[in-house]
């Protein structure tokens, strides 16, 4: 290995650019009638900015009674100038935003001094959500955003319309898509699972144990302390000072948690998969077929004795992030729900059964790298997925399905290479699941490198193009698969063996 990476990059499938007409969308000459934003937009973005505006200036008036009269009025000028321009940024916008379609494309024109024409190619679109933000959803308004390829960076947002014209118009875009054509209804749904309140309260108190168990010892050590007369008042002020901070930091993610994920549904459509949750604001995300590139199924130790787990997945054009940025909401398929279920909603959507996939520990020698965990991890893999087992306190499960993964690295620090062991990275798009077979021996983790490139590659080439409004099916035969890999030909199969168990 010589510590340099290895890397075969997934194959390149090249298709034709539509052209006018294809797929059912509209051709130049069929143009839609421009629309507009609903009228109540300058209204929502005007109690935006007068709610915050009146707060700020309630904390500011008791210091100004105190002044004149004229400086009084002097000093509220600042906040009503807030929303007077935002309102007048309202109403210019709604007067020069048009919407319509042309040429299979949604074509959004906007701007006074600098007019800009923004189009998104239906056949492009990675999703398609309708958030109702908590003021716009007092007036029955909601946002429709549409995510390209690019990330989050590349949506294009329309706000505001009525919800039920958001609706249709997300129906109407992914009918478009589809081939369907334009005046198709919102597609039923199946509910898949279903959130219990009491569990996501539960959980999030759970999730904040760390942080009271800390809070609690402190406390008690304060105590301790005072009686034992071992520390003075004044040493005891700054601690007892963190106990309100440290309250008020749990209460806001305790909120942000319950508020964010209340109501959590996960529905299946013939137009993708739909996650709805929120409590003051909603959203409703649609994730077209064939779009989850990754998922990762994981349990914090505070949960396992519940027997709890939450999933979270890599789909295409979203970023990504940690827990806390704006793109978390995007990459949750599930926020907590017994192990059982959301192995099963995984295995749905990766099409396989993965508690039944064998797993295989990395060699003994792996201790050097791993002491503690090497025993809990794990690799299995089967005709239609790839699975990694990892984690001695939270532990975690990552799929990803063979033609979703992007490329195969191999790497191996010096201590490492002084244990014959190395690492395969399997990439696939961003966001909180990283695939890698960590701490393998060396020619096993040559063999998985092949043995998953050509897996890969054989996989895509049989694959059946993903479509909105059509179900995704597996692309390639089992018998021909193995008989090409296994039988036939590289010489590199995979790693025979279960010493593991099975998942689960």
């Not at 009674?65 to 007077?84: D, G, K, N």
């Not at 890698?436 to 054989?458: G, H, P, T, V």
Request: proline share 6%; charged share 20%.
């Amino acid at each position: 290995m010589d510590g340099t990476n290895q890397e075969t990059s997934r194959a390149q499938v090249s298709r034709p650019a539509p052209v006018a007409g294809s797929f059912g969308l509209e051709s130049p000459a069929q143009i839609t009638k421009p629309r507009r934003l609903h009228a109540l937009t300058p209204v929502v973005l005007i109690t935006q900015a007068v709610i915050p505006a009146l707060v700020v200036a309630g904390f500011d008036l008791p210091h100004s009674r105190a002044s004149q009269a004229s400086t009084s009025l002097l000093a509220l000028l600042p906040f009503l100038a807030i929303p007077v321009a935002a309102g007048i940024f309202g109403a210019v916008s709604w007067v020069v935003t048009r919407f319509h379609f042309e040429a299979g494309e949604l074509r959004v024109d906007s701007g006074i001094a600098f007019r800009q024409s923004k189009r998104v190619r239906l056949d492009r679109m990675q999703a398609v959500d309708v958030l109702q933000p908590f003021f716009a959803r007092m007036f029955g308004l909601a946002e429709l955003r549409i995510t390209t390829a690019g990330g989050s960076r590349r949506s294009l947002r329309l706000r505001y319309l009525s919800l039920v014209e958001a609706r249709d118009l997300r129906a109407e875009l992914l009918g478009q898509a589809a081939g369907l054509g334009s005046g198709v209804k919102e597609a039923p749904e199946q509910p898949l699972v279903v959130v219990p309140h009491s569990m996501l309260v539960w959980s999030s108190i759970l999730r904040l144990l760390p942080v009271w168990v800390v809070l609690l010892a402190g406390v008690a050590a304060l105590i301790t302390a005072r009686v034992a007369s071992q520390a003075s008042a004044s040493m005891l002020a700054p601690l007892l000072a963190l106990v309100p901070i440290m309250v008020f930091v749990s209460g806001q993610l305790f909120w942000r948690r319950v508020s964010t994920w209340w109501g959590f549904t996960v529905a299946e459509s013939p137009d993708g998969l739909r996650l709805r949750h929120g409590l003051l604001s909603i959203r409703s995300q649609t994730v077209p077929p064939g779009r989850v590139q990754a998922l990762k199924i994981h349990q914090p130790l505070v949960w396992r004795m519940f027997g709890w787990a939450e999933v979270m997945m890599n789909v295409a054009g979203y970023s990504g992030g940690g827990a806390r940025s704006k793109e978390a909401p995007k990459t949750v398929l599930l926020p907590v729900a017994p192990t059982a279920v959301a192995l099963a909603l995984a295995g749905r959507l990766v099409g396989a059964d993965i508690a039944r996939v064998p797993m295989r520990r990395p060699p003994r020698r792996a201790a050097a790298c791993a002491p503690l965990w090497w025993k809990r991890m794990g690799v299995g893999r089967d005709d239609a997925i790839f699975v990694t087992m990892h984690g001695l306190v939270s532990r975690s499960v990552d799929v990803v399905r063979h033609e979703r993964t992007q490329s195969v690295r191999l790497t191996a620090g010096p201590w490492q290479r002084a244990w014959r062991l190395a690492t395969v990275h399997l990439d696939s798009a961003k966001g909180p699941v990283h695939m890698r077979a960590a701490f393998r021996d060396s020619a096993e983790a040559r063999d998985i490198l092949y043995d998953q490139a050509d897996r890969a590659r054989f996989a895509r080439r049989y694959a059946v193009p993903d479509r909105w409004m059509q179900p995704q099916t597996p692309g390639f035969a089992t018998e021909d698969r193995s008989a090409a890999q296994r039988g036939g030909g590289t010489g590199r199969g995979s790693v025979a063996g279960n010493d593991m168990g099975d998942i689960g």
